[in-house]
Each structure stands twice: as C-alpha cells, then as structure tokens.
C-alpha cells in the first residue's frame, strides 16, 4: 500500500467510532477483508459477529454490553444487567440483558450470551436514559426506579430474592423520593399490585 494510500485508510479508521460494526466500516470505505487483516494485526478487537473495536480505545469493563448494543442499537438494556449497572445488585450476570419493543425483530447472538426480553411498545421507551459505558461511548438503559419495578414484575424469571434485595437497596439509598420514584413507574406500568405490598414491607423491615 502506498504511503498516501495508507494515510488515506488510517484516516477512515479513525474517523469510526471506538465501537463499530462491518456494515458502519463499509461505508467508510473499509471492506470486511481489510478487518480481519487490522485484527490480525492487533489494531481491532472483534467483539461479536461484525463488531469490531478500536485497540487504541480507552479501556471499558463493559465491552460485552457495548458489542450488543453496538449491533442492536433500538435495544435498551434492562433485567440483571441494568440492576448490575446501577449497582443494585452484587451478582455479575452470566448474559447481557437486553429490551426490544414487543412486534419487532428478535435479535440472535452466536456471543456474548443474551437474554432477550420483548416489552410492550407503548411503554418501550419510560425510564429510558443514555449510561456511559466508556470515554463518548453510552449505551441506552432503563434507569434506576424502570429497573427495580421490572425486577419486581419479573421475579418469578429473575428470582424473588434477587428482585426484593434490587427494592430494599434502592429504597436505602436513593432517599426521599424513591417511594415516589417507584410508584410513578408502576402506575405507568400497571404494576402497582407488585410493587405497593413489597415496598410497604422493605420500609416495615428498616423501622
């Protein structure tokens, strides 16, 4: 390759994001052969099936979370995974969980291990916010009171204990507001049957 040939693909390379996709490498005038020689060359790092991030990206502890939400990015990240984000949980999950609106495309992972769960349209979006994962990079998950009423109306897949020890953490340490928090979402999600008794008894616990 030609210096200026080779100045020329450096400047396409750089101008990706740290995390992409074959399709987005494409049309930036990369082909799928020139990715497999930068991988084999230790300049990208294949995260999944067509998703690629840059080597000299700052490091990120989330890197599955970012090839999922890279490769499907109308997903939201929920279940353990959003918990685990915002620290509600201890347990590292065994997959990422992810949120796509009921009615549309269930997406496939050879890898990572996913979890895929299919919300109801009307309600896809509350409790949605951006949760930087890495320097620029943000991945779309449902905040904090979104997460634990989901636990709450998912226990019996996620796990009662695991659900309930989600609620008590929130509630002690996200202050005043959180019994409101909880139940502005719950109402919106028509769950306020699993959420006001567990919420009543968590508070009963901690008098």
Not at 154 to 160: A, F, L, S
């Amino acid at each position: 390759m030609r210096a200026g040939e080779a100045r020329a693909f450096e400047a396409r390379l750089v101008a990706l994001p740290p995390t992409f996709t074959s399709a987005q490498a494409r049309r930036a005038g990369i082909p799928s052969r020139d990715l497999a020689l930068l991988v084999s060359e230790g300049k990208l790092d294949e995260l999944s099936r067509g998703v690629y991030r840059q080597a000299s990206a700052p490091e990120t502890a989330h890197l599955d979370l970012l090839a999922v939400c890279t490769r499907v990015p109308r997903a939201i990240v929920c279940g353990e995974s959003a918990l685990a984000l915002h620290e509600l949980i201890d347990d590292i999950p065994s997959a990422v969980h992810i949120a796509v609106a009921r009615g549309s495309h269930r997406p496939l992972f050879p890898y990572p291990p996913v979890v895929v769960s299919q919300y109801a349209a009307d309600t896809f979006d509350l409790g949605r916010e951006d949760f930087p994962l890495a320097p620029g990079e943000n991945v779309p998950v449902y905040n904090a009171p979104r997460s634990v009423v989901d636990a709450m109306r998912h226990r019996h897949v996620i796990g009662k204990d695991l659900a309930l020890s989600a609620l008590g953490r929130y509630l002690r340490t996200r202050g005043r507001t959180a019994v409101n928090e909880l139940q502005d979402i719950a109402e919106e999600l028509k769950a306020m049957p699993a959420i006001r008794p567990a919420v009543e008894a968590v508070l009963a616990l901690g008098a």
